[in-house]
């Protein structure tokens, strides 16, 4: 009767679990339609021509009094954002851990970038100001919901489960990336026939990232459970919790190691992101047809991507997979290298496999990361793994920025960033993750 009665709790407790992961995956699905539709396609150019809308003879803006050029002001949002993003993740981050209850602040972040981004449905005219502020808010509100979002991986999946769970969120994320972005272009580029100038246009694609984000985050809440945590220590202020937590790291040196080789290695996958549509209507003279395709088909074929890879990490285990996946970015940058110009069909080649290993490495990074947590430091660990993903990505820009100021060919700029592949490749190759599994004090899976 007893062994019966744990059988019955256990089966329970699976269920639980899958009904947590299939809310969790809903997350995923709700906000990276903000980062596909706003962030990838919309916002920069719109934002960017209402700057230009308020500037003076001279092409400057002076928000607070600073001359700063039109064309750079969406640049330096973005920058701003991820400062206030790196304040804010690491005091929510151990609030959550300490208190044990983040369905609440990944509410309050959900619904903030979701309104932040609706808003941008009023950036008419000359507002440059206005959506200064409302991307400030919304890309800083998604890297503390992402990082929230992130830290429930430990608590919902068995360490057995996390490659796949992890590889299942990334899919979803890029599906409804792509779904909306379809919706969305069909509307920008229709525009007339729905009785739509292409300004009106562009702002309801803005507005309906930000509905779709909030409309279907009650999933998520509505299904994952908060734990009690056995963190209890006081929350400090500003940059004392931040160094607070990267003293804790620190008694974890192999998990600080992993975080290095990530820091590197997705520094160069964020730029080739940022840089391929720079790349592609630059040195190779393709349209704004041609590379907005090209989007779509990353968007498509990274979830057949995430997939794939988070199958292959079942049977060769999630460091192998990754270190294969940043072979294959290497060989994807030197391809790029030789790619004509004016042949949109390479180009094509070329993002088919950026999608193929794109999803993969990051659902593989983020769920070879949760192993390596110790329990009850899931959020605030995290904030620290959020803070690379986002926070720290400027090197690989930098690089590619010298690199063309230098030689004045955006091939040499893009071959360079092989170098993060190589390096980061080097450094995931040391890390003992098995020791590192256990030293965090959890469960070392069969095959890692």
Same mark, same amino acid.
């Given at each position: 009767?007893?062994?019966?009665?744990?059988?019955?709790?256990?089966?329970?407790?699976?269920?639980?679990?899958?009904?947590?992961?299939?809310?969790?995956?809903?997350?995923?699905?709700?906000?990276?339609?903000?980062?596909?539709?706003?962030?990838?396609?919309?916002?920069?150019?719109?934002?960017?021509?209402?700057?230009?809308?308020?500037?003076?003879?001279?092409?400057?803006?002076?928000?607070?009094?600073?001359?700063?050029?039109?064309?750079?002001?969406?640049?330096?949002?973005?920058?701003?954002?991820?400062?206030?993003?790196?304040?804010?993740?690491?005091?929510?981050?151990?609030?959550?851990?300490?208190?044990?209850?983040?369905?609440?602040?990944?509410?309050?972040?959900?619904?903030?970038?979701?309104?932040?981004?609706?808003?941008?449905?009023?950036?008419?005219?000359?507002?440059?100001?206005?959506?200064?502020?409302?991307?400030?808010?919304?890309?800083?509100?998604?890297?503390?919901?992402?990082?929230?979002?992130?830290?429930?991986?430990?608590?919902?999946?068995?360490?057995?489960?996390?490659?796949?769970?992890?590889?299942?969120?990334?899919?979803?994320?890029?599906?409804?990336?792509?779904?909306?972005?379809?919706?969305?272009?069909?509307?920008?580029?229709?525009?007339?026939?729905?009785?739509?100038?292409?300004?009106?246009?562009?702002?309801?694609?803005?507005?309906?990232?930000?509905?779709?984000?909030?409309?279907?985050?009650?999933?998520?809440?509505?299904?994952?459970?908060?734990?009690?945590?056995?963190?209890?220590?006081?929350?400090?202020?500003?940059?004392?919790?931040?160094?607070?937590?990267?003293?804790?790291?620190?008694?974890?040196?192999?998990?600080?190691?992993?975080?290095?080789?990530?820091?590197?290695?997705?520094?160069?996958?964020?730029?080739?992101?940022?840089?391929?549509?720079?790349?592609?209507?630059?040195?190779?003279?393709?349209?704004?047809?041609?590379?907005?395709?090209?989007?779509?088909?990353?968007?498509?074929?990274?979830?057949? *991507?995430? &997939?794939?890879? %988070?199958?292959?990490?079942?049977?060769? !285990?999630?460091? +192998?997979?990754?270190?294969? /996946? @940043? $072979? #294959?970015?290497?060989?994807?940058?030197?391809?790029?290298?030789?790619?004509?110009?004016?042949?949109?069909?390479?180009?094509?080649?070329?993002?088919?496999?950026?999608?193929?290993?794109?999803?993969?490495?990051?659902?593989?990074?983020?769920?070879?990361?949760?192993?390596?947590?110790?329990?009850?430091?899931?959020?605030?660990?995290?904030?620290?793994?959020?803070?690379?993903?986002?926070?720290?990505?400027?090197? *690989?820009? &930098?690089?590619? %920025?010298?690199?063309?100021?230098?030689? !004045?060919?955006? +091939?040499?700029?893009?071959? /360079? @960033? $092989? #170098?993060?592949?190589?390096?980061?490749?080097?450094?995931?190759?040391?890390?003992?993750?098995?020791?590192?599994?256990?030293?965090?004090?959890?469960?070392?899976?069969?095959?890692?």
């Amino acid at each position: 009767m007893g062994t019966d009665t744990v059988q019955a709790g256990a089966a329970d407790e699976a269920a639980h679990r899958r009904r947590e992961q299939r809310g969790w995956y809903f997350y995923d699905w709700a906000c990276s339609v903000y980062s596909t539709s706003v962030l990838t396609v919309f916002l920069g150019p719109y934002l960017t021509s209402v700057a230009k809308n308020a500037a003076d003879a001279d092409g400057y803006v002076h928000p607070l009094g600073i001359p700063v050029r039109a064309g750079s002001f969406f640049a330096y949002s973005v920058s701003l954002s991820v400062i206030v993003a790196v304040l804010v993740m690491p005091l929510v981050g151990a609030a959550a851990d300490r208190g044990g209850r983040k369905k609440p602040l990944l509410a309050a972040a959900a619904y903030t970038g979701a309104a932040a981004t609706t808003g941008m449905f009023f950036l008419g005219g000359d507002r440059y100001l206005l959506g200064g502020a409302l991307l400030v808010v919304a890309n800083a509100a998604q890297s503390v919901g992402m990082m929230l979002y992130n830290s429930y991986l430990p608590q919902i999946a068995a360490p057995e489960e996390r490659d796949t769970v992890s590889s299942k969120g990334w899919a979803f994320g890029y599906a409804a990336g792509a779904l909306v972005l379809v919706a969305n272009l069909v509307l920008y580029m229709g525009h007339d026939s729905f009785g739509l100038s292409e300004s009106a246009a562009v702002r309801v694609c803005l507005a309906s990232a930000g509905l779709w984000w909030g409309a279907f985050t009650l999933i998520p809440l509505r299904r994952l459970r908060d734990r009690s945590s056995a963190t209890k220590e006081s929350t400090a202020p500003g940059f004392r919790q931040l160094a607070a937590t990267v003293r804790d790291m620190r008694r974890h040196p192999h998990t600080l190691a992993f975080l290095l080789a990530y820091l590197i290695y997705n520094d160069g996958i964020q730029t080739v992101i940022s840089q391929a549509s720079v790349y592609g209507s630059e040195e190779l003279d393709l349209g704004q047809s041609t590379l907005i395709v090209a989007v779509l088909l990353v968007q498509v074929l990274a979830v057949a *991507g995430a &997939l794939a890879l %988070g199958r292959l990490a079942r049977t060769h !285990g999630a460091k +192998r997979t990754i270190l294969g /996946s @940043l $072979v #294959a970015w290497a060989v994807i940058l030197g391809a790029g290298f030789f790619l004509p110009a004016g042949a949109p069909v390479w180009f094509f080649v070329l993002a088919a496999g950026i999608g193929l290993v794109l999803g993969g490495s990051q659902a593989l990074s983020r769920s070879l990361f949760s192993h390596l947590v110790p329990p009850g430091k899931e959020a605030e660990y995290f904030s620290a793994y959020e803070m690379s993903d986002r926070g720290m990505s400027w090197l *690989g820009p &930098l690089l590619f %920025g010298i690199t063309y100021q230098l030689t !004045g060919s955006y +091939r040499d700029a893009i071959i /360079s @960033l $092989v #170098a993060f592949f190589v390096i980061g490749f080097a450094l995931l190759a040391r890390v003992p993750v098995r020791r590192a599994i256990s030293d965090a004090g959890n469960p070392v899976p069969e095959r890692i």
